[in-house]
């Protein structure tokens, strides 16, 4: 096995050993990564209403299951759907206040999380590791 396979490899396992720490450290809110994703998305949108569309497209892990985690937010009440004005065909999701609340919590947790990752490695061996990840996708 070459030392590409290797790395490719080491790459996913990580990615997987990541988000399943990050839903562990999420499950006593009853929020899975997904929807922590997903509101996180919804925060940067600062208050503007988004499609699901355009959540699709910014989540890290694509999911076809958008329609589905949106609706299990808005059931806790973290977010709010609406009938698009410019378009009836789409909905608008919108953050509530609710869901900004929780998302302060579960970010303290996520970051707890990442500590001792983020100390493992300097700003320039950081740095060099995204820049091989972007050039690896090329």
Known sequence: MSYYFEAIHEIIRTGHWITD??????????????QYNVLRILRGAKGEPISVNTILEKMVQRSSNVTR?????????????????????KMDIIITKEGLELLKKLDLKVESLHKPMKNNLSEDEAKTLKELIVKLKG
Not at 69 to 76: G, H, N, P, R, S
């Open 21 to 34: 720490s990050v839903s562990r450290e999420l499950k006593e809110h009853d929020i899975y990564e997904p």
């Open 69 to 89: 985690i949106v609706d299990k937010l808005t059931q806790k009440g973290l977010v709010e759907r609406t009938l698009s004005e410019t378009d009836r065909r």
